[in-house]
């Protein structure tokens, strides 16, 4: 299914108004949550994210730091949930390198499949815990388009198991 650009426009104004008042944290140690504080990966992300809008941070530092993403805090995803949701949306060019990796990294930080470890389904429901409504539902429109466009059926799975 093709969702228009009318249709897409219309989630990223949802998405810029549900985080628009989101400051991003500035201390790397407030970045990440306690279990992986001590993983090089997750710290270079901490590094490189601190302190920027989500709006600062290109495509390409997404595409790098995509594995990382399960391991920031709470406050630290909130404030750059939007930039991974934004570039889940950006391309429908079947020559975009980057866009399959960030969907797919971006849709495991949401979900708490039970197969996963209990360290990573804790802080997986904490990051979720720390968004507003509005911020779920500007999530849900993104896991929506992510099942209809791209045939992801783990949106759908955690958009159930979010109700």
């Known amino acids: 299914m093709q969702v228009s650009e009318e249709q897409k426009e219309l989630i990223r104004a949802q998405i810029r108004a549900a985080f628009a ?58 404030a750059y949930l939007p930039a991974y949701l934004m570039a889940s949306l950006a391309s429908e060019d079947a020559s975009d390198k980057y866009g399959a990796d960030i969907r797919g990294y971006m849709l495991l930080s949401l979900g708490t499949d039970p197969a996963s470890s209990s360290i990573r389904v804790a802080t997986t429901r904490a990051r979720i815990a720390a968004l507003d409504p509005a911020q779920r539902e500007a999530v849900a429109a993104v896991l929506r388009f992510l099942d209809e466009r791209w045939h992801m059926r783990d949106a759908a799975i955690v958009l159930r198991d979010w109700r």
């Open 21 to 78: 008042d989101v400051v991003a944290p500035t201390e790397i140690d407030d970045m990440l949550s306690e279990p992986f504080r001590g993983n090089d990966d997750a710290y270079e992300m901490a590094t490189a994210f601190a302190g920027k809008l989500w709006s600062e941070i290109p495509r390409v530092e997404l595409f790098h730091h995509r594995e990382s993403l399960f391991a920031l805090s709470p406050a630290a995803y909130r």
